[in-house]
């Protein structure tokens, strides 16, 4: 009996997801704690890790290794409840004043209320480009998958492998763009009471605390940069993230999101930049 194409790639799918899952090393291995002490644990051998946040602190934690491109997946559930004032975070930055960063960073609300999605992107120090969205799913309930590929022609951001927004390369455009500085991967769990609801309006209620995040299966399949680096490489070497674009079905999935999801969008916002949008917001409507 013939097997049908759809069969094929159900199977080829199934693999796929097999070899990322099992390419995803223990925290233990992957990470160290950058502040908040006992409030960062990692738990279940390595497999999760959990932020907390109270009064007196929040926590964090970065990679043990720097990358110069390639793709970060991290599942994340998100604080339950009432998360207004708080901030959990999923980036990657390099060091210094003329520093690089891509980020994701999820703004929490008071209960019933939607968590933002605040997504951003630092060249040479400089950001203003950031783009926010509703999810169209709780991501307290369970865990999401949230993904960015960085690669020398463009950065995508999905959740899911969704795609949610693309930073082309436009530096042939006079726009900077993330190529040479190496960036670690972070994470953390801080208080932001001043700008992260609602403008500042909606504080952070402390009798709610501590406020907890999960994180797991995290997978850099990646260039290592610096000591070591040779011995350390992913055991995961596919590198198809080092031309990663969108297909015709992904383009259809970044309209969708961003014409039903999006609630902010640099490109958009004339009264903040008055002298005119960026170059690279010309290049295509869907950045």
Not at 146 to 170: A, E, G, H, K, Q
Not at 227 to 232: A, G, Q, R, V
Not at 234 to 239: E, G, H, K, L
């Amino acid at each position: 009996m013939g097997t049908s194409n759809s069969s094929i790639s159900a199977v080829v799918l199934s693999i796929s997801i097999l070899i990322v899952a099992a390419s995803a090393g223990s925290f233990y291995d992957d990470m160290d704690t950058t502040f908040g002490g006992e409030r960062a644990k990692i738990v279940n051998g390595g497999q999760d890790l959990s932020l907390s946040l109270d009064q007196y602190s929040g926590s964090g934690f970065q990679s043990k290794h720097e990358y110069l491109f390639g793709r970060f997946d991290m599942q994340l559930k998100l604080v339950p409840g009432n998360s207004a004032g708080t901030v959990t975070t999923f980036y990657l930055s390099s060091q210094g004043a003329g520093h690089d960063e891509i980020d994701f960073e999820f703004l929490g609300n008071s209960t019933g209320n939607p968590y933002t999605i605040h997504t951003n992107v630092y060249s040479q120090g400089k950001g203003n480009k950031e783009q926010q969205f509703h999810l169209w799913f709780d991501p307290t309930a369970a865990f999401h998958t949230y993904t960015i590929v960085w690669n020398s022609l463009r950065i995508i951001f999905l959740i899911d492998n969704i795609p949610v927004r693309v930073f082309n390369n436009n530096d042939a455009a006079g726009v900077p763009f993330p190529k040479s500085q190496p960036m670690r991967v972070y994470a953390s769990l801080w208080n932001a009471d001043d700008w992260a609801t609602q403008g500042g309006r909606v504080k952070t209620d402390w009798t709610n605390a501590p406020f907890t995040a999960s994180y797991r299966k995290f997978n850099a399949n990646a260039k290592k940069v610096g000591p070591n680096s040779e011995s350390t490489n992913s055991v995961n070497d596919n590198q198809s993230w080092s031309t990663q674009g969108l297909d015709a079905a992904g383009r259809n999935r970044i309209r969708w999101v961003q014409t039903k999801h999006m609630i902010y969008n640099y490109c958009n916002d004339r009264k903040r930049f008055p002298n005119g949008i960026s170059a690279e917001c010309k290049t295509s409507r869907f950045l």
